[in-house]
């Protein structure tokens, strides 16, 4: 098990970092970027790094607006990847996601090409558990940020002038796929501040819940929740554990 230095100051995580990136990741290639805020820290390190690269942005068509707006108008370099499969069409023929099964990140995100992602271990017990270099399913992800504390993220941007999208200033923590299970989180008030300000993406998403529930009752399939609507509303607060009933 290799341990992190114990450091603490923005410079010294910084000059870390870029060490990192010179000492492991190979040129030309791609950073997995989003448009959040751990992604600008990246860009940033790998443009200090002089190492060549490329930001690859893979659009789900779930993003908040003000995201797709804010990649386009400060990173136009960014290549945008679009699925030809979409999350609408799968939902109409899986089960609802849920963050023990994110099949939507690997139909909408997940790529066969080594990357760079913005990645840190104090998002998730999950993420923690993950080395800084991990190969996965033959190919490689190097996490420059793993160790970041979201306050030394936060000092990195305004140290360097870093312009990031307005949702953080609107109170948006999280600003990745509006429809998103990680957001039912708080009894639900994350998710219902994202109903309330994009309440066409959800109507959406119970309208294609409602058509599979139905689905899978014309086949006789025994669902867990008495209307798809109860469903939703437990999805919305992280209390759907089952799709089907026992």
């Not at 109507?203 to 086949?219: C, D, N, P, T, W």
């Amino acid at each position: 098990m290799i341990l992190f230095p114990k450091l603490d100051s923005v410079q010294a995580m910084t000059d870390e970092a870029i060490k990192f990136i010179k000492g492991n990741v190979p040129a030309d290639i791609a950073v997995g970027f989003s448009g959040g805020k751990d992604s600008i820290v990246t860009a940033k390190l790998m443009e200090l790094s002089g190492l060549p690269h490329s930001l690859s942005y893979s659009f789900t068509g779930l993003d908040a607006p003000a995201v797709v707006r804010f990649i386009r108008k400060n990173y136009p370099h960014c290549v945008f990847h679009k699925n030809k499969r979409t999350f609408w069409r799968d939902l109409s023929v899986h089960v609802p996601p849920s963050d023990r099964l994110r099949w939507c990140c690997t139909l909408l995100k997940k790529t066969d090409t080594d990357q760079v992602l913005g990645i840190r271990a104090e998002e998730s017990t999950r993420r923690a558990s993950r080395p800084r270099i991990n190969k996965w399913k033959g190919r490689t992800m190097y996490y420059p940020i793993l160790y970041w504390k979201e306050w030394q993220i936060w000092d990195f941007i305004k140290e360097h002038g870093l312009a990031y999208p307005s949702l953080y200033d609107e109170g948006f923590d999280r600003i990745g796929c509006v429809v998103c299970p990680y957001h039912s989180e708080q009894t639900g008030k994350i998710h219902k501040a994202y109903r309330d300000r994009w309440p066409k993406f959800f109507k959406r998403f119970e309208k294609g819940i409602a058509e599979l529930y139905y689905k899978r009752v014309s086949q006789g399939k025994t669902m867990a929740y008495p209307t798809p609507q109860d469903f939703c509303d437990a999805w919305y607060l992280d209390d759907s554990s089952r799709w089907y009933a026992k």
